[in-house]
């Protein structure tokens, strides 16, 4: 899985505090629905964050966002983007 990231180009910005909440709940298996029950929004809100998630990180799609939500926890940064 990490021969993925080594190829992405480096992210130009970081993660809002809201896209890292979302990306947390989609890690911890809830779909868009439940993510937007649980923070009070519309699903509709969470598939624009995610979209925005993968356009800052260069990601293709949402498990290539979970797994770098956990590869960037695992090495203790916070989106350390550039």
């Known amino acids: 899985m990490s021969l993925i990231f080594l190829s992405l180009p480096p992210p130009k910005k970081t993660l809002t505090l809201r896209q890292e909440e979302i990306l947390r709940h989609i890690d ?3 779909t868009y629905r439940d993510v937007a ?3 009070l929004i519309s699903e509709t809100t969470v598939k624009y964050h995610m979209k925005e998630i993968r356009k800052r ?3 293709k799609n949402r498990p290539h966002a979970v797994a770098y939500f956990v590869m ?10 550039s």
């Open 28 to 30: 911890d298996g809830l």
């Open 37 to 39: 029950e649980q923070l």
């Open 57 to 59: 990180l260069h990601l």
């Open 72 to 81: 960037a926890n695992r090495a203790g940064s916070r989106y350390d983007k």
